[in-house]
């Protein structure tokens, strides 16, 4: 928590506690949250409660005497204890607006330096080659570039790595389909969805003929051993896939610091075997070469099959090797899907074996199903992923269209990528990850209610609020004056804008995005109830500076916010 306001009435507390009933006890448990109503104050702490057991005390007396220990800090105005043992406390005014002067100043209100330019490695996204991406990688995709963003708004120096699925028996198959199941026009203007195309009709060819099983093997024994030509179609292979992921990226503003598919590592794995047998970490058995991890109490996995091959679980050994030589991280963090859980477990478990100290993350996330069921590309309807995108964006244009503000044609079509895009991020990031997601339409795209669109018609109404000002009243110094926090509402916004930096970390360290966007959407709501009772450019001009200058704070937070989500966010709708 570097919510500064917290932080400093946690710190108050505990050593009250601590100067009250000494320090032999552990007193790093008590919290301090926000007050359930606010005509008792701005937080309480509820803790003499669970002390009382403790102390063997009534929570009331334990509460007297901890609010008599020590005088009240400068930034409370008043400490009550209340009820059975309530402790209410009220922040000093003019303190909070000096500490939210303070951070809106900072060019990025107040988001701590916490990485201090440490080095973390996300490795999300990494589709397969030759498969066009469906819905199924969109949240890897999407939680991936959130993590990543609000890792390097914190001070890390991320190392975003696409790990694509670019190496493999597949290619065998792939490599007989593209050479005899595609006309020699469809090779020459070859595309992600001719490539599947060609290695769905070889791969069932496989199930009812033998030689064209065996001609696939040979295949990618070629390739395997580098012959030029299969190396050569290999290579297109990849570069066609990634220049359709790259058009895919793009529209979904994610970048990437490293491609670095599974076949960049190959040629490590040889050793990497051989160090797990020099370690007598791996033994035989059954022909193949596996690692026990009874210990650990998990299934022992395979580090080399019995035909010799390997397979996924050496390559990402090999890789944290790689990753560890090269860039020495504090942390890897794999986004994937649920379904890869044991696989993670497995191959840290051996990373940990050999003596890997960096600490390796498996963020993973629930399947999103429609309605209807889940998306899989084993089942016939797979949604492409670039379908849904256009879906989304010819939805947002209809919204756009029905609007009352009369927008040129061009600057439509950019405000429906974004709106449509948003849409699909925000319902995805808006939930925890672990769970599963059920996306409709109707609640992506609501313009009331917890979407994205919501948000940023929050934010582009404050936008024109704001032009509206300075067009009336020239424009403002954001550093003069300063915020008069007379209403219930404006305090608690005020109480609101000085948690964003603590969320940003929050949301860092659990890695969950949803922290930031369901607070995001309260800001948005108290925001709302601001503007309903308080009159901005009809106030005096005291009272209307200072309400402007609040209202600029939360456009601040809410567009920072969103950008951190990956969400754009247009000054005009
Ligand atoms: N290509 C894999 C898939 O589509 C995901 C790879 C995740 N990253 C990793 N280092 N294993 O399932």
Redesign the pocket.
Known sequence: MVNKCETAIVEWIRSAFSTAFGVEYDWEWLQVVPATDRKFGDFQCNDAMQAARTLRMAPRAIAERVTDALPRPEMLESVEVAGAGFINMTVNKEWLTEQLQEIAATDNFGIPNAGQGRTVII?YS???VAKPMHIGHIRSTVIGCAVDRIYRALGYNVIADN???DWGTQFGILIMGYRHCLSEDERGNLSVELLERAYVESYNKTKDDESWLDACRAELVKLQRGDPENQAVWKRFIDISINEFDRIYRRLDVHFDLYRGESYYHEMLEETVRLLQEKSLAEVSEGALVVKLEDEALPLCIVRKSDGGFN?TTT?IA?VRSRVEEFNPEKII?V?DER?QLHFKQFFAVCRKLGYETCLEHLWFGLMRLPEGTFSTRQGNVIKLEALLDEAVSRALAIIENGERDIPVEERRALAEAIGIGAIKYADLSHDPQTMIVFTWEKALALEGNSGPYLQYAYARICSLLDKHAEQFGALDPLSGSVLLDSAVERELALKLMQFPGTVLRAAESYKPSVLAEYLFTLAQLYSRFYQSSPVLRSDEGLRKSRVKLCAMVATVLRDGLHLLGIRTPSRI
């Open positions: 490795d990494s589709p397969n790990h694509l699925g996924y990402d890789t794999y994937t890869q």
